[in-house]
């Protein structure tokens, strides 16, 4: 038999639809939770926290799925426009029952908090809200919309990030979370860490949405991370955990609860807590959360920890932060079953009463005796209170430096596969030069915040936060062990074995903008439209108005830069001796040409005719015509191994 012959691009594209598009999964049956769960949390909560019918409330609402919530930006010009997009689809959604509510407990500038009371599932399943989960998707896409858990969102609110602030998030995957602080920094940094590599690379994708400039993805084991003696003014520890207050998105968790799973993490949670603390600027704050409700994960961690620091470390009381969010005081005592046993069979209110044979399994730390102050002023939230799940948070503040309380990393750790960032002005002249005199960039241009990760074979000029820039300048990456840091701002494109040229890559049109001199050309709403719809196809030049055309009269053919004059909407792109493109991810493509439709509504009416003038074009492009016409046939012939350049890792 002869070999099968390979799928074709545009099959294997229509496979992968298909499979989007296939229904999901039922939903995991949910109810079920088991003997040792209701009696252990009724001993601790019962009655000190909770009232026996608000404890029977927590285990209803456990017993029920988990809706659907979201935070929406209202940073972005379009924000007045997808506003009455979505009210129009909340009229709908209700008048098919389904209750929608905004939580209005957190300031609107850093984003609209919303519950539609369904769950995932049913969203994905049911094809009377398949135009409005199409609409959630785009905003996701376009970086306007985060979809998480309410009370996910919960700490970066207490860490009260400041425009200026340099951050650390050291559980960071898969990035809800970090994206949120990114949001919210201006020029400061946030570097951001994962153990797991695949984990940071999917942590990259995540904000690439909001941007990565301001950001550094390192990999390392949280409890032994190593920043060269660099500290934070904000440290996020939101810590591996058991994840109990997650029952209703883990439906077989509850019938297996046993509290051994709390006693596993207790000295893993206690060391990276007290590494975030040590990494923590004097003055400055860090902020410990679980989605666990174990007082073993949680009160005994931080009440443990903040007894180490002898007084350099304090819980503060944030009651005034935010009034009107409810929540509950941490606990200030609480008996310990024996953390090595899969039942309640063995309980404990003093380390002093564990045998002997049980102590390596129960440790002093996870006692409430002694206990530092504000023990209480640790903060817990139960899925009643917001229709979400349990979670606690707490903000320590650093007074002052503590003697190191953690052991370096004793063992090396195994290489990462990952090129080093090398700044572009040690030795990569040839590449400065050429950029320097293609975009016209004056001497206030950043050069130094310009990065490369092969020197012998470019694809992406990187663009990094000037503070990343000069730690990378003098540490070197590998000494965080960094995956990825800053945006591309110039994608090197490959025509020929003689013919290399860079262009704009999406992430630094707004740099180029504010500092280059040359290659800046302005085009119309609708020929921008035509450009997107073309994708990486050129548009000729007798497709464009006589007042756009005369910019390209004699330019050479190479980089450029294309935009809207007064509008954000600008892509980077070549010029040819005939024609023009823009390069942009080809999964963007559609993204942005709503966009333009949003921003320019009146262009609705020429869509269907643009999208027919365009795909006759491409048919007719099968060769050139003549050698003028060369680099718009070569560069069909490179797009499918250039396609995704702006967005590979060398």
């Known amino acids: 038999m002869g070999r099968n012959k390979k799928k074709s691009k545009t099959e294997k594209e229509t496979k992968i639809l298909e499979q989007r598009d296939r229904l999901p999964r039922a939903p995991i049956p949910i109810g079920e939770i088991n003997d040792n769960f209701i009696n252990y949390y009724r001993a601790i909560l019962v009655p000190t926290t909770l009232s026996e019918d608000e404890f029977q409330e927590m285990l209803a609402k456990y017993r029920t799925l988990l809706p659907s919530s979201f935070r929406l930006s209202t940073a972005f010009p379009q924000y007045k426009k997808v506003e009455a997009e979505m009210n129009e689809f909340f009229e709908k959604i209700k008048a098919e029952g389904i209750e929608i509510e905004e939580y209005k407990v957190f300031p609107p500038e850093n984003g609209r908090i919303y519950k539609v009371a369904m769950d995932k599932t049913i969203m994905r399943r049911d094809e009377r809200f398949k135009p409005f989960r199409n609409w959630l998707n785009l905003q996701t896409d376009l970086g306007r919309c985060s979809r998480q858990e309410f009370v996910s969102m919960i700490p970066p609110y207490f860490l009260d990030i400041q425009p200026n602030d340099t951050a650390l998030d050291l559980c960071a995957a898969p990035g809800s979370k970090t994206a949120q602080i990114v949001e919210m920094l201006d020029g400061g940094y946030i570097f951001a860490n994962d153990v797991d590599p695949r984990r940071c690379h999917n942590l990259v994708h995540q904000l690439q949405r909001v941007g990565t400039q301001k950001v550094l993805v390192t990999c390392q084991e949280a409890q ?40 596993s993490l207790h000295g893993t949670q206690r060391l990276i807590l007290k590494r975030g603390l040590e990494l923590t600027k004097p003055g400055g704050y860090c902020v410990y959360s679980t989605c666990s409700m174990n007082p073993i994960e949680n009160e005994a961690v931080v009440n443990s920890v903040c007894l180490e620091t002898k007084g350099a470390v304090e819980i503060v009381d944030c009651s005034s932060r935010f009034p009107n969010f409810k929540r509950h005081p941490g606990l ?10 899969a039942t309640l069979s063995s309980i404990y209110e003093t380390f002093e009463e564990v045998p002997q044979d049980r102590k390596q399994h129960n440790n002093p730390s996870m006692f409430c005796q002694p206990q530092v102050e504000n023990l209480n002023c640790c903060m817990r939230f139960f899925p009643q209170d917001y229709d979400s799940g349990g979670f606690f948070v707490t903000v320590l503040h650093k007074k002052e430096e503590f003697e190191r309380l953690t052991k370096p990393r004793s063992k090396k750790q195994k290489p990462l596969r990952e090129a080093p960032y090398i700044p572009i002005t040690q030795g990569n002249t040839e590449i400065m030069e050429k950029i320097m005199n293609t975009f016209g960039f004056d001497d206030e241009f950043p050069r130094d915040q310009l990065f490369v990760r092969n020197e012998q074979s470019v694809h992406n000029v990187v663009f990094v936060n000037k503070s990343i820039a000069d730690l990378i300048a003098k540490h070197g990456s590998e000494a965080f062990r960094t995956i990825s840091s800053g945006a591309p701002i110039f994608t090197w494109r490959n ?61 050479e053919s190479t980089g450029a830069l294309f935009y809207i004059p007064d509008t954000p909407i600008a892509y980077g792109g070549m010029t040819f001796k005939g024609s023009i493109a823009i390069y942009l991810r080809k999964d963007l493509l559609p993204v942005e040409k709503t966009n333009l439709l949003i921003a320019y509504p009146e262009l609705e009416k ?45």
Not at 613 to 641: R, S
Request: aromatic letters at 8%; glycine letters at 6%.
């Open 332 to 341: 200030t005592s609480w008996k310990v079953y024996d953390a090595g046993l």
């Open 224 to 263: 032994y991370y190593d920043t060269n003696g660099v500290q934070f003014d904000k440290v996020l520890c939101d810590v591996p955990c058991t994840g109990d207050g997650t029952l209703r998105k883990n439906g077989i968790a509850g019938s297996k609860w046993t509290p051994k799973g709390a006693g």
């Open 606 to 650: 020429v869509v269907e005719e643009i999208e027919k003038d365009v795909e006759e074009k491409n048919k007719n492009q099968k060769a050139p015509k003549n050698e003028n016409d060369e680099e718009t046939a070569q560069e069909k012939e490179n797009e499918e191994d250039n396609a995704n350049e702006e967005t590979k890792e060398e």
């Open 495 to 555: 025509f020929s074995r003689k013919s290399s040229l860079p262009y704009p890559a999406m992430e630094g049109v707004e740099i180029i903008r504010k500092y280059a001199h040359k290659r800046l050309f302005t085009v119309k709403p609708e020929e921008m439209l035509r450009l997107l719809i073309s994708g990486h196809h050129a548009v000729a030049y007798n497709d464009l108005s006589a007042e756009t055309f005369e910019q390209f009269k004699n330019v």
